[in-house]
């Protein structure tokens, strides 16, 4: 009795529209135990630059409790709803984006719910489903960069890397030099040693183009080295003459305390003997 209460309540506005069909019908007394998938289609070419419209749509059994439609690209998009050749209804979402890199390998999900209790809350739970559509294009390398990813003794080990769709095919190495750019090695990684220095770049390549890294400044400061070198043994001479130095002060500041010391017994003595003369001996007779 419940069922068809609400069955009721549904199928009047359409009656009253004329636009009851036997879909509706069914969908209204028979729903199903999960929700229509919608479905994603793109128009345009999937090509970094390029524009496309991205279309959600979901089957609309009753017109008057359409279902709500998301894209997780861009919230609260304006809803449309179409007629089809059979009857049915359609109920559609649209977004134009441009392609950058950043969309390769970005999922768009199409979400519907669909509204089982007209409006009336505290019922049965809206039925929802959701559709999901992964981009994928080809695109130049970009993000590309040199970097330092490590340094034994005399030596660096400098990466490549890049983002790209194909992945990058070719890395290769240039050092700037006084007649230009000189092509210095391929692969990811390249070693230098740092008595070499310069300005060092590389470029990542794929099927679609190519893109050069940021500049990297090697500088080797050879003649501060040099100095350092020098200057080491030098600053122990003279630590070590500066010790000797301060051993032969003491010695004389020790020798020369001594000599006071000596001085001042013997004038103590002196002023003592002047206090207390020794009184003369009478002579002995017999």
Known sequence: MKLLMEGYERVMPALSEKVLTVSMLLSLFFLPDSAWSPKIEISG????NDSITVTCSALTPCPYSPPELTLNLQPNLPRQMERNTDGTFT??????ITLSYKYDGYNIICSARYPVNAGKPNKKPDKGSMTKFTLFFSYAPKETSATIISSVDDSLKLRCSSRANPPV?????????????????EGENYGVQVTEGGIYYCAATNDVGSQISPEIHLSVKEKEKEKEKVIEPTRKVIERKG???????ITLIVAVGVVILICLLKVVMWFVKIKNPTPPQSPVTD
């Open 45 to 48: 070419d999937v090509k970094e």
């Open 91 to 96: 109920s559609t979402i649209q977004q134009n």
């Open 169 to 185: 095919s070719v890395f290769t190495w240039f050092k700037n030099t006084t007649n230009g750019a000189m092509k210095v090695a």
């Open 243 to 249: 010790a000797e130095s301060s051993q032969v002060e």
